[in-house]
């Protein structure tokens, strides 16, 4: 970003995300997930590549925008996981795919700046950071055609290549319904919130972690760009982790130790991002972010962990409202703490870790009626939900999926 700013003309206020596209979720089951994946990564890479050609703010955040579609790729990752894996493990599914996927925004902090000092060896240093650029829509075309090559749809193999594409009277209806009923289902809302303040804190903390070090504390422009990439790539780890904790509590306790892993990893997350803002050393600093990193990453992984029991019918809905709440969380939160030249980022900090924790108490108004909520239990009698596993037919509040998707255990 200091190089845009230097370049361009890109003052710290426009430096924000732009809203991306999410309006795939409830068509995803449409098309082959890894078609799907595919698709939006061979579009979204000349995007990527149009970058090299910013010359002005305007230009700036046009590219940006149309970049922000690549996040789409999110939601039909996390649809893809959830149909190839049992709901007893679909929380460490998600959390390694997207955690994993995660670290590539802290590997390109680690290598932009190395690539952009390296090539302005050769080229003037205006140039250089636009042939920068060629590198990562590169890699983005090599990784869809290898999600064509190596990619598998489903468990039991791809989807049918010669499905129609005929779209009848009743499949409109049928969209529809699942549309509705994702939007109308107070949970997926409630979890968009909540991913908004954690993932939109993480996106938040990605795109300026790396100025507040080179401007607070004036570490030059590598070392900034090594300490924010170790804030993304502990995504390896911390994001699956996250899953994996979500899955162990869902085994033990139900739906209820979910909810209530969630609470407490997204609440230390947020009491964590205060103390960063709060801390004065460079290394006291860059020791709190790492801790801050794990807890808000982890509960990312959690919120994963809850949403493909929200609604199997709606999961692409329920999964893109939630997904896109990540993007707008992080577009508010800049706007809101993060614009203006004169801003005060430390405090900025602090403010952003009070707005998580009083965002994770909303999972307290999470309950489903099968398997309770944080601080109630089940209203329907029933065997040991906690334990066996849900293959049956059910009804639509909290159905479980039998075309071999997703077959949810608590």
Known sequence: MAIFGMFCGVTRGRRRNTPDCYSISSRLDSNPNR??????????????????????PASFILVRFFVGFSLANFV?????????FSGNVVGLANGVSAGWANVGAGISQLLMPILYTTISGFLPRDVSWRVSFVFPAV??????VLVLIYGQDTPDGNKNKTRTLV??????????????DGLGDYRAWILALLYGYSFGVELTTDNMIAGYFYERFGVNLEAAGTI?????????ASRPAGGMVSDLLGKRFGMRGRLWGLWIVQSMAGLLCVLLGRVNSLWGSIAVMWVFSIFVQAASGLIFGVVPFVSTRSLGVVAGMTGSGGTVGAVVTQLLLFSGNNVR???SISLMGVMTFVASISVTFIYFPRWGGIFCGPSESSDDFSQRLLGEDEEDDDKVVTSGRLRPVC
């Open 228 to 236: 924010a990439a170790s804030f993304a790539i502990s995504n390896v």
């Open 35 to 56: 078609t799907s994946s595919a698709i939006l990564s061979f579009l979204t890479a000349p995007a990527i590549l149009s970058t090299a050609l910013v010359s002005s």
């Open 167 to 180: 779209v009848e009277e009743g499949e409109r209806s049928s969209f529809v319904r699942i549309l509705l």
């Open 139 to 144: 890699f983005q075309v090599i990784t869809a």
């Open 345 to 347: 980022k430390e405090r």
């Open 76 to 84: 039909a990752n996390q649809y893809w996981m959830s149909s190839m």
